[in-house]
């Protein structure tokens, strides 16, 4: 059986906060999802409706360190 697994990265203080604690611009995030800076940015205030860019944030993040939670509080914390 296949099993979606909701998204962890839900709020856009979450994101300004995961990529604060890696560590990274938002033009290192850009790079390292290979997308231009204003783009992070835009994310930044309006979080992606699509679950693909959604799971592609949360995968950077891990690359980098870090890892979002949305249960059993929103949050972030480094692995």
């Not at 950077?60 to 949050?75: D, N, Q, T």
């Amino acid at each position: 059986m296949y099993f979606i697994q909701p998204p962890k990265l839900i709020s856009t203080k979450q994101l300004k906060a995961a990529r604060a604690l890696a560590g990274l611009t938002q033009r290192d995030l850009g790079q390292l999802l290979g997308v231009d800076e204003r783009q992070i940015r835009f994310w930044e205030k309006r979080i992606p409706t699509q679950s693909r860019k959604r799971r592609l944030l949360e995968q950077a993040l891990e690359k980098a360190g870090i890892e979002c939670y949305a249960e059993p509080a929103i949050g972030v914390r480094c692995l």
